[in-house]
C-alpha cells in the first residue's frame, strides 16, 4: 500500500529535515520511501515543500495528483495546496499561521474530513465562542462551557440570539445565523458575520437586521 504525503510551508519552517527525517525512519523501518523536494531562494520566508511517498512495496510512479496527507505549515501553503488532499485524505494545518476554522454538518460533503465537532474561536472583545452546526450540541445539549461563553450553531435555519441556561444556573448567549438558502418559520434568507467585536445578521440584500455585542471581558 502507498500513502502519499505532501508538506509544505515557508523557509526556516524545516520543511526540508522533515522530509529527510520521515523517509530515513521509513527506511530504518524496512519500508521504501522517496522524497521529491522543491523550494525557492534559500532564505527564511522563501516557498519550501516535499512530496513524500512511502509503501510497501517498490515504488513506481513517484509524484501522484492527489495526497492521502496534506500538512500546511503557513497561510501562504494553505491557499496554495489545501485542496490538493484526495478524498477520504486528511488536511492538516497550523492553526497558529492558518486563518481557517470549521465544523462539519450533518450532510456536507468534503474531500477531506474534519474530525471534531466543534471549533473554539477566541474572539477580540468577546470570549469563547463554542462554534458547532447543532445537530450534536445545541441549546438542548449543551456542550462543556463556561459562564459567558457563546455557543453558535446553525441547523435549525431560524435566526437566534437570546440568553440560555444550563441546570446548574450559568448562562451563556445563544446565537444562531439562520439560513441562505432555506430559511424557517418565515425568518429572512439571512447569514451573520463578526466585526469589530460584533455580531450582525443581514439579509441578503446586505442590509443589517440584529446586532449583538457583548461587554468587553478583557
Known sequence: METAVFVAGSGGHGIQNLGKTLVQAALLNGMEATCYPRYSIEKRGGYSSCYLLFSDSQIGNV???????????????????????????????????????????????LAFPIMAEYCLLELPCTGTVFVTHGHVYNP?????????????????????????????????????PGSVSIPKEGSAHSYMIWEDGEFI???????????????SRF
Request: proline share 5%.
Open 63 to 109: 509524484k501522484k495528483e492527489r495526497s492521502d496527507l496534506v500538512v500546511t505549515v503557513d497561510q501562504r501553503a494553505f491557499n496554495m495546496f489545501a485542496q490538493t488532499v484526495k478524498p477520504g485524505g486528511y488536511l492538516l494545518v497550523n492553526s497558529s499561521t492558518v486563518d481557517s476554522a470549521g465544523a462539519p454538518g450533518n450532510c456536507h460533503l
Open 201 to 215: 445578521w443581514k439579509n441578503l440584500e446586505g442590509e443589517a437586521y440584529m446586532t449583538w455585542k457583548t461587554d
Open 140 to 176: 438542548h445539549h449543551l456542550p462543556p462551557l463556561k459562564q459567558g461563553d457563546i455557543l453558535l450553531n446553525g441547523h435549525t435555519h431560524i435566526p437566534a440570539c437570546e440568553e440560555i441556561m444550563d441546570m446548574e444556573g450559568r448562562t451563556y448567549r445563544y446565537l444562531n
